[in-house]
């Protein structure tokens, strides 16, 4: 500040200076007495600025007074003197100069000002007044705004002009008439952004585009005025500091610490010596090693000085380029032979002592070598398995199941619930579903007329189409479980509300599956598609339903088609299935039995060709000797061990599975199974409509167990034989009672799941709790989990990981459960959808993708993709999870056998406690006795029955006849 007050006082003591200067010639003009002609001659008495200022800093040399023009043309101080122009010139206000050709005054409002960032005063200002706007901007405001845009009066200019950008100026003066004028024109914009420069004539106006020979009058009019430069001596001034000083002394370099001196000292006589290096240890020797051992300097002083610096680097670019030379490809080989020594060659070096001696040193490490090649494989690469040894158990790197699609339908799934999942067998990104009403028995009788106008269906998506299903199966009742065929997938089973079967033939939409894109309606390439153009999902109806008085009296819960390799005769024996086709199916309902049910027309119908059947409404006519003539093939009814009523299965689950056909392997002759391709009949996709072949054309399949497990409505689990037996009162073919059922779960069993690795393992889920079996321990399970605190709706094992399951539970999460990381809770809780989760179903896309499809109680579909660590398997894992069931076994066996122990013990105690009491121990009775008893008490019971009976009235006395004399 000190500075600037300094210079406005030189400047000031300058201008003093320069007015009392006077020319020797020239008369200073009066005041009052100039002309306006006389405001030029005026100002040419000027001082030079620029020459001043050179002066003052010290050239000190004073120019001559000249009226050259060469002088004129340096830059100038103009000095006015005080009678150049008269008060009334001066306030005279000037007029604006006219708008360029093109340019048009604009009104823009508030909101316009806005829209475009050019608010007054804001975006633009007196001093930057310019505004570009892009004319696309502007036509979509006169688009969205029409008349009310500020720009609509000039509409068609705007439109025909050629630019991008449209140049709006601010007028703070309203000049113009309004606040913005606007350039139409690319040559107003031009002139608006760069305006020509302005010039300066003789009179001291200010002039804009001056042609060439006014600009030459111009000159010759200032040549002709006397332009006088006048010496200005400067003036010494002190100097005042303004800090400069300090910061010189801050960059110095100033010596602050003392210098170290050092002294080496040497005997005289040692200088010159010869010396003789060696080497040796450092250890023969005391000084041969000196340890710096760290240590804390408390003198120890270091200044931090920051310094500011900046570097910018340039990469180097080079270009290269080389140019090969081109052979003409051309075709060769060669033909050698080994070189073989002759006989004598051989036997002469057989007999060389150096060649024996060779053969004795090189075989012990050659028989070293040949072992560790039985041992261990040379050719394990363990790098590349390494990644999968890291990914062991416990690993939290990507571990969390992801969403990868969701569907739902707002017309036939939404405010559903979800009552089974299954994947096409064959078609990948195809998954089916099916749908019921969430109501209670109660509700549903009373809104059984509003129910009935529903449909009732199955829906079919694809991946490539997650807002529209591609096929939707109508059934005569909520569909609860249903699967594909595993050997036709165009077939489709399906279990009732009802109780009833239904079969579906999809094949006439196999190819609308296999191309969804396909099916959808063609549009014109420029033509919007709206949601109510979408493509029509088609409606399918059910080919053949079983007859309500042969069918289940409640609701199926589950359903299974037998594999393709076997089937079952009436009485329940398996046999070979010679088409290796799957033509049975195996359904439970909670009227305590499991019925099986065969596609095959029966014997004594006689099966129409397909062209020939009547079909009014399009529907397939596959199973049409089936329709509402189907009855089961076996029936197995679930009684209990004791008097009380019968089971009532929920799930079931059969030892044989799906393309496991080793036990065809023993019957031998593997050429009388036919290809099935070849013996199909006129059905969709190849389905065989032979009929059952005799019995005595068929092999027992003697290897195939006929047991099966099944969960029951009130959480047990039976292990029943399905082959019926006679009964030794009645003397009837009956199904044998189960041969154990334990009561474990506290609600009903909805999954009884085999695992896909071992076919003795199986998996319930019932109430809060699960539980895994094994196959031949019937004294209980060898895993049985704690008490959950949502109840568990499902479970799944994992198809590619042996140890790991899947468990959804009501408040829709999903817990993943791994036996050898732990068992006492699960690996990973995820939370998936905020409703209860129905029912889950993994599948294998590929080995590198596996998804989880997942439905709630809401009716959507969510689809999960399984992390790498849940579906990649180590090394080892598959024998570390047989080691630990077969670890599990022991240990229940060993818990049997001390329960037994504590149980003979505990009577062993009694007894003697009695003794010693002098009690009579008790008495072992025979068995005619012990049926004696049982006789006794049974003829009381009835006695006691009749007489309620008769208290209720329900039974008549009967007199009985007097016996005869």
């Known amino acids: 500040m000190a ?102 005054a604009i009104f823009l409002s508030t909101k316009t000002q806005e829209l475009f960032e050019c608010t007054a005063d804001v975006n633009v200002t007196e001093e930057n007044p310019k505004k570009l706007i892009p004319k696309e901007a502007i036509l979509s405001d006169m688009i969205q705004r029409a008349a009310v845009s500020d720009f609509s009066p000039f509409k068609k200019t705007i439109q025909e002009y050629p630019g991008d950008e449209i140049v709006v100026v601010y007028d703070a003066e309203f000049a113009y008439g309004q606040n913005f004028y606007i350039a139409l024109t690319e040559k107003a914009k031009e002139f608006i952004l760069n305006p020509p420069k302005r010039k300066k004539s003789a009179g001291g106006r200010v002039t804009e585009g001056v042609g060439d020979e006014d600009e030459e009058e111009a000159e010759e009019e200032e040549e002709e005025e006397d332009v006088v430069h006048v010496y200005v001596p400067p003036v010494a001034k002190d100097w005042v500091s303004q800090g400069s000083e300090k910061e010189i002394d801050a960059e110095n370099v100033i010596q602050s610490r003392s210098k170290i001196k050092m002294s080496v000292k040497r005997l005289r006589r040692d200088f010159g010596a010869p010396v003789q290096f060696s080497d040796r240890s450092v250890t023969d020797a005391k000084d041969g090693y000196v340890e710096c051992v760290s240590f804390e300097d ?158 009732s269906l199955l829906l079919i998506w694809s991946f490539t189409d997650p807002i529209h299903p591609q096929l939707l199966l109508e059934a005569p009742d909520d569909i609860y479980c249903f699967k594909f065929s595993p050997t036709d997938p165009n077939i489709v089973a399906g279990g009732c509300l009802n109780g009833q079967l239904v079969l579906w033939d999809i094949s006439q939409y196999e190819e609308r599956l296999k191309n969804p894109k396909a099916g959808a309606k063609k549009k014109n390439p420029g033509q919007a598609v709206f949601e109510d153009e979408a493509p029509e999902t088609p409606i399918m109806r059910y080919c053949a339903v079983s007859g309500i008085e042969n069918s289940h009296k409640s609701a199926i819960t589950d359903l299974l088609w037998i594999p393709d390799h076997m089937e079952l005769n009436r009485m329940g024996i398996p046999q070979e299935n010679r088409t290796l086709q799957s033509v049975q199916i195996m359904t439970c309902a909670t009227d305590n039995c499991i019925l099986v049910w065969d596609t095959r027309p029966p014997k004594g119908t006689q099966h129409e060709e397909k062209g020939t059947m009547k079909n009014p409404m399009g529907v397939p006519t596959t199973f049409k000797y089936l329709d509402l003539n189907w009855k089961p093939h076996l029936k197995v009814q679930l009684h209990k061990s004791e008097p009380g009523g019968d089971h009532s299965p929920t799930k079931f689950s059969i030892q044989e599975k799906q393309g496991d056909r080793n036990v065809l392997s023993t019957l031998g002759d593997a050429s009388t199974h036919k290809d099935p391709a070849a013996s199909s009949g006129g059905g969709g996709g190849g389905f065989n409509f032979a009929k059952p072949g005799s019995g005595r054309e068929k092999r027992t399949l003697s290897n195939v167990k006929t047991v099966m497990f099944a969960g029951g409505e009130d959480g047990e689990i039976l292990y029943v034989d399905w082959m019926p037996q006679k009964d030794q009162d009645s003397n009837k073919l009956m199904t044998p009672k189960p041969e154990f ?159 037994d122990f504590r149980e003979q013990e505990k009577r062993q105690l009694e007894a003697d406690a009695k003794m010693k009491a002098g009690i009579a121990p008790n008495v072992t009775l025979s068995e005619e006795e012990v049926l004696m008893k049982m006789k006794q008490e049974y003829l009381q019971y009835v006695e006691e029955e009749s007489a309620f009976l008769r208290h209720l009235g329900l039974k008549d006395d009967i007199d009985e006849p007097l016996p005869e004399v």
Request: net charge neutral.
């Open 298 to 455: 408390k003198t120890f002083d270091l200044r931090k000085i920051e310094i500011d610096t900046g570097v910018q680097a340039v990469p180097d670019l080079s270009e290269a380029g080389t140019q090969t030379e081109w052979k003409h490809p051309r075709n060769a080989n060669t033909q050698y032979y080994p070189r073989e020594f002759e006989e004598q060659q051989k036997e002469e070096i057989q007999k060389e002592t150096q060649f024996k001696t060779f053969v004795t040193n090189v075989t012990p490490r050659f028989e070293l070598a040949l072992q560790q090649n039985e041992i261990m494989d040379v050719f394990y690469d363990d790098w590349m398995n390494l990644a999968g040894q890291d990914g062991s158990f416990g690993g939290k790197a990507d571990s969390h199941l992801k969403e990868y699609q969701s569907f739902t339908d707002l017309q036939f799934s939404k405010d559903k619930t979800i009552t089974c999942i299954d994947w096409h067998p064959t078609v990948k990104g195809i998954v089916a579903v099916s749908v019921a009403e969430k109501l209670s028995f109660d509700s549903r009788v009373d809104q059984s007329a509003k129910i009935v106008m529903k449909p």
């Open 741 to 899: 059922y334990s009561t474990l779960h506290d609600g009903p069993v909805n999954t009884a799941q085999r695992s896909p690795f071992f076919k003795d393992i199986i998996l319930f889920v019932g109430g809060w709790t699960f539980s895994i079996w094994k196959e031949g321990v019937n004294t209980g399970p060898i895993l049985m989990s704690s008490a959950s605190p949502k109840r568990l709706t499902c479970g799944q094992w994992s198809p590619s990981r042996p140890g790991v399951f899947y468990i959804s539970l009501e408040d829709g999460s999903i817990d993943v459960w791994d036996v050898l990381d732990r068992t006492h809770e699960p690996s990973i809780n995820q939370s998936v959808s905020s409703a209860s989760i129905t029912c889950i179903f993994p599948y294998q896309v590929t080995g590198k993708q596996h998804l989880l499809a997942v439905g709630d109680s809401t009716g959507t579909l969510h689809i999960l993709e399984i992390p790498w660590s849940l579906r990649t398997p180590t090394n080892s894992e598959l024998t570390g999870v047989t080691s630990y069931f077969d670890r599990e076994v022991k240990r229940r066996s060993f818990v049997k056998a001390r329960w």
């Open 3 to 104: 500075d600037n007050d300094k210079e406005k006082e030189d400047t000031q003591q300058d201008e003093q200076d320069t007015g009392k200067l006077s020319v020797p010639g020239t008369k200073s003009p009066k005041p009052g007495s100039a002309k306006p002609s006389s405001a030029r001659s005026s100002k040419s008495r000027t001082v030079s600025g620029q020459g001043s200022a050179k002066q003052r800093t010290g050239s000190g040399k004073a120019s001559p007074v000249k009226s050259s023009s060469k002088v004129r043309k340096e830059s100038k101080v103009e000095v006015k003197s005080p009678g150049g122009l008269s008060d009334d010139e001066d306030n005279e206000p000037k007029p604006p100069p006219p708008l360029p050709e093109g340019a048009k």
